[in-house]
């Protein structure tokens, strides 16, 4: 047993977002990631809890903030707070958001450091360099690129040499625990692609870190020595522990959900959270996370998403345009979890129309239109099954079972795949069956080929709600399942016999991409 496999409580976080720019969606599709995984072990009963929030110190802000007339203080609460609606807009079920100007973040970031300092793995030294404000962070004079007679590096980003006192943090002493720590947790980190390359960036030799600057003040002070403030990745790593609240002595909290289960990155970020963070908190004598998941990169239309070429996709003008659901939806089943995806508007459509209007949404709606004119709109006991209903019903529960092996590995379009087998085969036996011809000669047997098709259009949504809790609530609606029926302990228990159903709707509609209003 591999252990991702401890259920007892679930603990998931995205990054913290930048609040230098507008949050996009990219931003949105890491949150929406781990929403659905929460909601899906929340559904199983499991405690989970989701973490989201900001990163908001470093020089970039503070001269973001000088540029605009601004206190670093009120760009950022002005930012913070996009991020917080588009978590609300895109229905993350969020637990705690931390933003690391809280003073809850910065008590614990200092705790932190005294203990790393107290171990030994941190001191005093002097640090000369190349520095890319915009990347915040130091870069090789090999990575130098002249332009304008000013350097930049490949990201554009300009950068200045900077000569400053520095605490480092001895990463070089961690090198080979990290490495033995890799070996024997290979589920470490995902995909397992992903595991190589960590292990070979590593295996390349870890340099000591530098982990703080004198050269801005806009960070979390550094205790001792007030000159400084924490370079802000310590900072920012920090905020997946300091949200639980104190450390030593631990607060329930703390105890209750420390190590996580997954940190959520992008494929950017993945090294510092592979590499960095365990290091950090090895040193502290804190207990690892369960994984690290880095997922792949979004482009739009097959271009780079950028501000610069005027193409980045707000979630919120998308989920307007097409609906919340069906964005979610999107996001999750075109490209497996840890791939690189281009958004194309077309395919949106197009996996619209196929799978939700047309798989789900019309079995959906053709079923209950066929049960309120046979069999007046009242669910049927589901008795007196043919062999043939017992082995549809088997072969979903088998496809449903391995839709949640895919779903502990964040298998998301895997897992959809499984549950689409499903209403594949609820369609495919809707047609063989043909109840609207049976009705004119048994109407019980029409009427009970009906009712199988809704039981699997109950355990279906089940399994889907995760993804699309609104409108696989509206099915459930639909269907008769009472509130306290939808979670996973009330798989086994189909509506009871003899509920009057509420007149169907259409859940699903149809996008015609002509139609669609571009307000990008
Ligand atoms: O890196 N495709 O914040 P950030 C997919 N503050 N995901 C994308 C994306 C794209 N095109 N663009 C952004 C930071 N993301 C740090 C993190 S954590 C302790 C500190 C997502 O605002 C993806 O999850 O630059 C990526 O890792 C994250 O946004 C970067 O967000």
Known sequence: MSSHDRKERFYITTPIYY????????????????????????????????????????????????????????LTDRISDNFRLLAGEMNVSYDDFIRTTEERHKEECQKLWCRLYDRGDIYKGKYAGWYATSDEAYVEESELIEKDGKYVVASGAEVEWVEEESYFFRLSRFQDRLLDYYKSHPDFVYPKSRYNEVVSFVEGGLEDLSVSRTTFSWGVPVPGDESHVMYVWLDALVNYVSALGRVDPPSALHEKYWPADWHVVGKDILRVHAGYLPAFLMSADLPLPRGVFAHGWWTSEGQKISKRLGNVLDPVKLKRMYGL???????????????????????????????????????????????????????PRLEGLLAGDEAFLLKVGEALKCSEVAMERLGFDEALSEIWKCLRMANIYIDNEEPWRVVKEDRVRGVLILGVILEVLRRVSLYVWPFMPDSCDKILDLLGVGLEDRRMESLEKPVAGGTQLPPPEIVFPRLREEEIEDGT
């Open 19 to 74: 609040v230098n720019d507008l949050p996009h969606i990219g931003h949105a599709y890491t949150s929406l990631a781990c929403d659905v995984m929460a909601r899906y072990y929340r559904i199983r009963g499991i405690d989970s809890r989701l973490l989201t929030g900001t990163d908001e110190h470093g020089l970039k802000i503070q001269r973001s903030a000088e540029s605009r007339g601004e206190t670093p203080q009120a």
């Open 325 to 379: 659901d069906q964005l979610r939806y999107f996001l999750l089943r075109e490209v497996p979890f840890g791939r690189d995806g281009d958004f194309v508007r077309r395919r949106l459509c197009e996996r619209n129309n196929a799978d939700l209007a047309n798989d789900y949404g019309n079995l959906c709606q053709r079923t209950l239109v066929l049960l309120s004119r046979y069999g007046e709109g009242i669910m």
